[in-house]
């Protein structure tokens, strides 16, 4: 995968940090801060899935609310085809709101009870668009078979719905005024399996139809090999290893990231035989006092006193690979995980 020209990035991250100020313990001490975005940077090509996973707590959610402008990032830059989506404001936000619109994680609590679907649909059109009460009338009907949902149905309240259906009515919402992007913040967490499946497969429909943008954000390492293209790993308000699928399912070179991969359920009797699961002492720090150094350095298990003092940077190996730890080095003019393994028999399983 080459580099993306300026024209193939719809979506630019640069430095994003969010930093939240809590109260002060006594009227003479410093206002403690969570360092909940420690500066992140990422682009998204149009018309691609770009991934973020990670444990809770280590930011994903935060990087959604900051792009959607729900919560103030405290520094950093991100841009939507030249638009401001840190401060844009009055008819600049108006538009911005129009190209980038989200999937929130809970069906139950992100629909207004006393609505009727027509209505949350049909909002943000009323909102955003010069649309007449005839077109926003036959839109909400071809949204309501888009995702799946028989027409009729839009006169019934979100408490007559299925957990599913609801997550449905919340992506007919999100597409309502046609974004260039979709931030899916864990849209099927909330869900059976069964029904996590239908709605993946569905979002993957859409976004083949209708060449959509998303960033979706999960903890779920099989849905996100699914549907993404890329995939950024965080830890603690950080990208730790990004990449494309194929390098970093198939050859995985972080400590952080083998950790979670080895946690995965193997699909395949060969990967099966080969994996050893790593398990991690301790629990992860806190982001009000994050450790100096590497922040994984307090439970990674090849960390040396460099790992403790020292920040690594997030280095570039070849054009769809970067990781950001000390301890991968080059051998032969590829890069070697301090976690070992054999990365072609990992990509073969990939490409199986």
Known sequence: MSPPSSHDVLLDVRDLRVHYSLRRPHPFAAAPKVYALDGISFQVRRGSAFGIVGESGCGKSTTALALMQLIQATGGHASLDGIDLLHARGNAQARMRRQVQMIFQDPYSSLDPRQRVEA????????????????????????????????????????????????????????????????????????????????????????????????????????????????????????????????????????????????????????????????????????????????????????????????????????DHAVACHRVELVQGLPRSPMGGSAAGRLALVAA
Do not use: W
Request: some cysteine.
């Open 120 to 319: 949350i649909i049909a909002k943000p059109m009323r909102q955003l668009t010069g649309m007449d009460a005839a077109q926003i009338a036959a839109r909400v009907d071809e949204l309501m078979g888009l995702v799946g949902l028989r027409p009729d149905q839009k006169h019934l309240f979100p408490h007559q719905f299925s957990g599913g259906q609801r997550q449905r009515i919340g992506i007919a919402r999100a597409l309502a005024v046609d974004p260039a992007l979709v931030v899916c913040d864990e849209p099927v967490s909330a869900l059976d399996v069964a029904i996590q499946a239908q709605v993946i497969n569905l979002l993957a429909r859409i976004q083949r139809e209708r060449r959509l943008t998303y960033v979706f954000i999960s903890h779920d390492l099989a849905v996100v090999q699914h549907l993404c293209d890329e995939v950024a790993v965080m830890y603690l308000g950080r990208i730790v290893e990004r990449g494309s699928r194929a390098r970093l399912f198939g050859a995985p070179l972080h400590p952080y990231t083998h950790a979670l991969m080895s946690a995965e359920p193997a699909r395949h009797p060969a990967e099966r035989a080969s994996r050893s699961r790593i398990r991690l002492e301790g629990d992860p720090p806190s982001p009000l006092n994050p450790p100096a150094g590497c922040h994984f350095h307090t439970r990674c298990p090849v960390a040396e006193a460099r790992c403790r003092t020292e920040a690594p940077a997030l280095r570039q190996f070849g054009a």
